[in-house]
Nanobody, 120 residues
Framework: QVQLVESGGGLVQPGGSLRLSCAASGFTFSIYTMSWYRQAPGKERELVAAITTAGGSTDYADSVKGRFTISRDSARNTVYLQMNRLKPEDTAVYYC?????????????WGQGTQVTVSS
C-alpha cells in the first residue's frame, strides 16, 4: 500500500523557517522523482520544488528560488523541503508527490497535505 505522509507544517511568522518531511512507503522510493506542490485557497495547485532520482537534479518555482531547498534521503525513504525567509504568500497546503513514468504506464502518488501558515 503506497503511503506518503507529510509532517512539519504549522504557523510561522514572516521571515521564519520550517522544514517539511514526507515519509514514503509501499513503493521503490529511489526510482521516483519526488516533488512538493502547494495549493492556496482559491488557487490552483502549483509545483514548488522537485528532485530527481538519487538527487541528481532539482528544480524550483521562481517564487521560492533561493529560499527553499528540496532534498531526499533514500536510506529513510524521506523527502524534505527546507523553507527559509517565509512570506505570507507562502501560506498554503503543501503536498508531497511521487512520480514515475515508464513505457507502459505513469505512476503518480499524493500525500494528504500539511498546512503552512505564514502570519504575524
Amino acid at each position: 500500500q503506497v503511503q506518503l505522509v507529510e509532517s512539519g507544517g504549522g504557523l510561522v511568522q514572516p521571515g521564519g523557517s520550517l522544514r517539511l518531511s514526507c515519509a514514503a512507503s509501499g513503493f521503490t522510493f529511489s526510482i521516483y522523482t519526488m516533488s512538493w506542490y502547494r495549493q492556496a485557497p482559491g488557487k490552483e495547485r502549483e509545483l514548488v520544488a522537485a528532485i530527481t532520482t538519487a538527487g541528481g537534479s532539482t528544480d524550483y518555482a521562481d517564487s521560492v528560488k533561493g529560499r527553499f531547498t528540496i532534498s531526499r534521503d533514500s536510506a529513510r525513504n524521506t523527502v524534505y523541503l527546507q523553507m527559509n525567509r517565509l512570506k505570507p504568500e507562502d501560506t498554503a497546503v503543501y503536498y508531497c508527490n511521487a512520480y514515475r513514468r515508464t513505457a507502459l504506464r505513469t505512476y503518480n502518488y499524493w500525500g494528504q497535505g500539511t498546512q503552512v501558515t505564514v502570519s504575524s
